[in-house]
């Protein structure tokens, strides 16, 4: 997709190279990253952005958010989730991915995947980015 994968501390695994490689993440050179130490830090350095939040528990599905370019999509992790301080802090952008009632939840990948790539259709969709991921 080209987006930025930010990552805030503190963080539930390890990022050397060791680790990466057993993770299997042979892309991970490739990405554009930046970790910060936390929420303010991350808050600071994007003070102009608007943010999404994704939860089970939200009640607007991610399909009815109008994404622009420059949104943050921020995800929990899958144990928790986000803290409810954050859904209780902007209730009108916060998104959840239907799911049936039988299913706990979504990996964090599968759900990170869903949302950022209907973003990027309704980016595409209004002109807003090229049409096919640049091919490296």
């Known amino acids: 997709l080209g987006a930025k994968l930010w990552l805030v501390r503190p963080l539930g695994f390890r990022l050397d190279d060791k680790h990466m490689r057993r993770a299997g993440l042979d892309y991970w050179e490739h990405l554009d990253r930046e970790v910060v130490d936390d929420w303010d830090a991350l808050l600071a350095r994007l003070k102009d952005a608007q943010f999404w939040y994704l939860s089970k528990t939200a009640a607007r599905q991610y399909t009815d958010a109008e994404f622009r370019f420059g949104d943050v999509l921020v995800f929990g992790n ?3 989730g ?5 859904l209780d802090a902007a209730p009108d952008h916060c998104l959840r991915i239907p799911i049936r009632p039988q299913t706990r939840s979504l990996s964090l990948s599968v ?9 990027r ?3 595409v969709a209004k002109g807003e ?8």
């Open 82 to 86: 986000l803290p409810r301080s954050f």
């Open 111 to 119: 759900s990170a995947g869903v949302v950022a790539f209907e973003a």
């Open 78 to 80: 899958e144990s928790q």
């Open 129 to 136: 980015m090229p049409g096919e991921p640049e091919s490296r």
């Open 121 to 123: 259709r309704q980016l």
